[in-house]
């Protein structure tokens, strides 16, 4: 049996009727066309499809899309505000935090949390912040520095 | 050259853009309408026969559109094809879909199409297998013995090749020699894990016979190529289109059996198809790495002249012979052993053997790592013997610098190098002997701590085709460009390179606006779709700067000279008189006669005032086959600190120094050396594909594979030599593998520093904790039970 879903992606109310067994990706991705949020395991490893839900970075394969009933979602689509980039973008952007970008949208939602929740992480702390994301270009070294620079970006230090 | 040169700065990439803002194009983000979905029913067995399928229930299953079995496609489907044939190498079938027989755990067996993801993996579940076990191998030594299950008819003793290689007289430098060192040195499975899995979609016009595949591929046009031969179905009424590519690293090199099922499914449904590998999945199905079983010996003086290396490998191909697999452990291993150093005797042999395993084929450095792996091992075993400093006993043996080619025993010309320049310069950012007076002291307090070198060099720039296709290449190997200049002077770049995450829109722009003196938003460059641009060979191989950027280089030196004559006729002066710099035409020494760019390329279409004879347009096509590959080279430095308590092996510093000749984009470059780092630290340290004995994989997701995390490493130090290659008019080398190849032999070298005053000699990969607790507690009991004899005979 479907049910309808009422969710916030992005700033914008969505409605869905959707199977129990749908999950939050296939509503971003199938139901809504939002593809930034990508899938790239299936065992809650990678973070490529990490989202904030309410607020809190969440790996958006593992939840379904009935518990985002009510819900605020911001996904990769909604960073930027009113075209101009998150600082956590024009930090990737500048640092070349990204290559193929397959894992990006993910690795970002998760460093605008890691960044939320200390405006001025040590190295240790970005690092061990970043450890759900999977990224097998970049070494994480540019990812760690894109994250000190949009803290600075952000007044951090 | 203009002087506004944009060669060498740290462009901000133009891919980013779309990447950052969720607008990338990969294959699960393209939609059309009326799309079928596949799943693939694939082998629970090692090996087993196929004795029925059952298909009827996943047939009248809800959305269910077709199930195909191997018998209903094997006349479509044909065979996989190696790409690469060495000399005496059987080559048994490789079906799409098994039919007879499976061989390994993935091998796809049906196929079912449904209108959703969902419908298709619910009904996949509903075939009917009925198989009969056999007896399975996994290790490729075993799988050569006379009692071992042998995988395809045509292939006794699962030996597909015995390959050699060799130079001078190994045996008679071993008998001569003050030492020789023998070691077993194994190089483990790896699986590459892109972060996007493959994907396929296929589309396919009954009326026009036309066959769209968009596929997460390095290589569209040799895809469209074997397609088109395993098929019949005819290369000009393919399409295939590489959309943004989620990494590959050598794991999208090949023509995929879910790249010929797709393509042949939409072709008898009429009806689009798409495929998108699970994960789990992508562990069994996607090729593996490395898998190589190496007995070395290397020889030499008490004092530190290396004489001679011999190496036997038993390479492990898996259960069929992916698209470039033959070349992978003998061609861009076996002719790399020469490394750095000047030895003159080298005996090296290959045998490629099958097993009841996902196939081999590249994985990113593909054969040079495991090369270069057992190289520098084998520098540190003998230095350890000769008890001589690893760091002197490198320098005696190097190469001398040179600028233009060197001819090393093996028989291969490198291209220029200064083995000395690159390690010397490691040095400035590391202090040697401070280190080792620090370490006698950690010593002393229990800490392990130890340094590890890798002076390594790799080949490149693949490849200049008549060689390749001599070592048993079954395509060229060169790369084609197209300008295509716009009538209002902007410029669309078409390569055959394929990129995938090395930013190639940037870094071909940045030659393009340097030579033309246009600003980079003036220049589009288009990759990925066999329709849009002519014949390529993809990227790999570290080429695509090497090989493609020189075809590019052609094609726009051909623009400017047909500019150039355009200009000079309206300008009423001979062609010679006109230079053209920062985008302007203009006579020698007089300034006010000038044209800029935009104006001749109108002039060009307009063709209203052209020269006599002259086409009009500006267009220019080039395709580069180079006389050689490039060599580049380096040195990496690892230290370690290995935690007695617990085995756990941390990465204290990872200094990088590379030589890749000139460097277009100092950015890109950095970021490529740090993710081959990655992957080669994740090799030494974490990494390893496990299989049972009956042909399971036991590593089969990203819970039991252990992917490196941010946690695993620290800050890399990395710096640039430069020894510009005269290969091509870049300079450039290539720089894509440096990291991966460079990186597991010095980290595993600095862990058996860490360990020497213990005995320890060599170690294999992965150096997991468990290893390391276990490996310091028996050495430790062995030396005690050494001190305690020698205590008896004392007495």
């Not at chain 2, 295939?240 to 072709?267: N, S």
Request: some cysteine; hydrophobic content about 40%; aromatic content about 6%.
């Amino acid at each position: 049996m479907n049910h309808q879903i009422r969710v916030t992606v992005n700033g914008v109310e969505h409605t869905a009727e959707v199977s129990p067994r749908t999950l939050l990706t296939s509503l971003l991705r199938d139901i809504l066309s939002l593809t930034g949020t990508h899938v790239g395991c299936d065992t809650s490893s990678c973070g490529a499809c990490t989202v904030l839900l309410n607020g809190k970075a969440a790996k958006s394969c593992t939840i379904f899309a009935v518990q985002a009933d009510g819900a605020e979602v911001t996904t990769v689509e909604g960073l930027a505000t009113n075209g101009d980039y998150h600082p956590i973008q024009e930090a990737f952007r500048e640092r070349h935090g990204l290559q193929c970008g397959f894992c990006t949208p993910g690795m970002m939602i998760t460093a605008v949390q890691i960044l939320e929740r200390n405006p001025s992480p040590s190295e240790a702390e970005i690092r061990s912040g970043l450890r759900g994301n999977l990224c097998r270009c970049t070494g994480y070294h540019n990812i760690v520095e894109a994250v000190k620079y949009a803290s600075e970006l952000s007044g951090g230090k | 050259m203009t002087s506004q040169t944009l060669i060498g700065q740290e462009v901000k990439r133009v891919e980013d853009a779309a990447l950052i803002t969720g607008r990338g194009q990969y294959v699960d983000d393209l939609q059309l309408p009326g799309l079928l979905h596949i799943s693939l029913v694939r082998s629970p067995y090692g090996h087993a026969l196929i004795k029925e399928i059952d298909v009827s229930d996943a047939a009248n299953a809800d959305g269910v559109t077709a199930v195909f079995t191997g018998a209903d496609l094997q006349d479509q489907l044909g065979s996989l094809p190696a790409g690469w044939v060495l000399e005496n190498m059987a080559q048994p079938e490789h079906p799409p879909l098994a039919y007879e027989k499976v061989r390994y755990v993935g091998d796809a067996v049906a196929a079912v199409v449904a209108d959703s993801p969902a419908a298709a993996i619910d009904a996949a579940a509903l075939v009917e297998v009925d198989y009969e076990p056999l007896e399975s191998v996994v290790d490729a030594e075993k799988a050569t013995a006379d009692d071992a299950p042998q995988l395809h008819e045509d292939t006794p003793s699962n030996k597909a090749f015995e390959w050699q290689v060799g130079a001078g007289d190994y045996a008679e430098a071993a008998a001569n020699a003050e030492v020789v060192v023998k070691e077993r040195i194994v190089n483990q499975r790896l699986i590459p894990n892109p972060m996007e899995t493959r994907g396929i979609m296929a589309d396919y016009n009954g009326g026009t016979e036309q066959l769209t595949i968009w596929t997460s591929t390095q290589i569209p046009h040799l895809v469209r190529l074997l397609f088109s031969l395993v098929t019949g179905h005819p290369e000009h009424k393919v399409r295939v289109v590489a959309p943004d590519v989620g990494g590959g690293f050598g794991c999208k090199l090949y023509l995929y059996a879910e790249e010929v099922i797709c393509g042949i499914i939409a072709k008898q449904l009429e009806r689009p198809v798409k495929w998108i590998e699970s994960r789990s999945e992508n562990y069994i199905a996607t090729t593996h790495g490395r898998d190589h079983i190496a007995d070395a010996e290397i020889c030499g003086t008490r004092d530190g002249v290396i004489t001679g290396l011999k190496i036997h490998v038993y390479a492990n191909l898996g259960a069929y012979l992916s698209t470039f697999a033959p070349a992978i452990p003998t061609i861009l291993f076996g002719l790399m052993l020469n490394g750095c150093y000047k030895f003159e005797n080298l005996d090296c042999s290959v045998t490629g053997v099958m097993t009841n395993t996902t196939p081999v084929d590249a994985y990113r450095g593909a054969g040079r790592p495991e090369a270069t792996y057992v190289v520098e091992r084998m520098m540190d075993r003998y230095c350890h013997e000769i008890g001589r400093d690893v760091i002197a006993v490198r320098r005696r043996n190097f190469l001398r610098p040179f600028k233009r080619g060197s001819t090393v025993a093996v028989g291969v010309t490198y291209d220029s190098g200064n083995y000395q320049g690159a390690l010397g310069k490691a040095l400035e950012m590391f202090d040697y002997q401070g280190f080792r007076d620090e370490q006698r002291a950690a010593r002393a307090k229990g800490r392990l701590i130890g340094v590890g070198f890798s002076t390594y060099i790799e080949i490149c720039g693949m490849a200049p085709s008549a060689v390749a296709g001599s070592l048993g290449a079954g395509a060229g190997l060169w790369e084609s460009s197209t300008v295509r200049v716009h009538p209002t002077g902007t410029v669309t770049v078409f390569t055959g390179t394929s990129p995938h995450g090395q930013g190639h829109e940037t870094t071909l722009s940045q030659i393009t606006a340097s030579r033309l003196g246009i600003p980079m938003t003036n220049i589009e460059v288009v990759h990925g779709d066999t329709e849009r641009h002519q014949f390529g060979t993809g990227t790999f191989g570290s080429r695509s700067l090497a090989v493609g950027g020189q075809a590019l280089m052609m094609s726009l030196s051909k623009v400017v000279e047909k500019a150039k004559k355009i200009a000079a006729h309206e300008m009423g002066v001979d062609a010679k008189q006109v230079v053209f710099e920062d985008g302007v035409f203009y006579v020698e020494d007089i300034r006010e006669r000038e044209m800029p760019w935009g104006d001749v390329a109108l002039s060009a279409y307009w063709a209203k005032n052209l020269p006599p004879g002259l086409e009009p347009g500006l267009e220019a096509v080039s395709f580069f086959d180079p006389d050689n590959f490039t060599w580049p080279f380096g040195t990496h430095i690892a230290l370690v600190e290995i935690d007695e308590a617990t085995g756990e092996t941390s990465l204290l510093r990872y200094i990088a120094v590379d030589d890749v000749g000139n460097v277009i984009n100092p950015m890109i470059v950095d970021g490529m050396v740090h993710g081959g780092i990655a992957q080669g630290v994740g090799q030494a340290l974490k990494e390893g594909a496990v299989y049972s004995d009956d042909g399971q994989l036991l590593t089969g997701s990203m819970m039991d594979y252990a992917v490196p995390t941010a946690e695993d490493f620290p800050t890399f130090e990395t710096a640039r030599t430069v020894t510009p290659t005269p290969v091509n008019d870049l300079g450039a080398k290539g720089a894509g593998e440096t990291g991966t190849i460079a990186a597991s032999p010095a980290v595993v070298n600095a862990a058996v520093d860490a360990l020497k005053h213990l005995g320890v000699r060599h170690l294999n990969m992965p150096l997991s904790s468990e290893k390391m607790w276990r490996t310091i507690k028996e050495a430790k009991a062995a030396r005690r039970a050494e001190r305690s004899a020698n205590a008896r005979r004392g007495k």
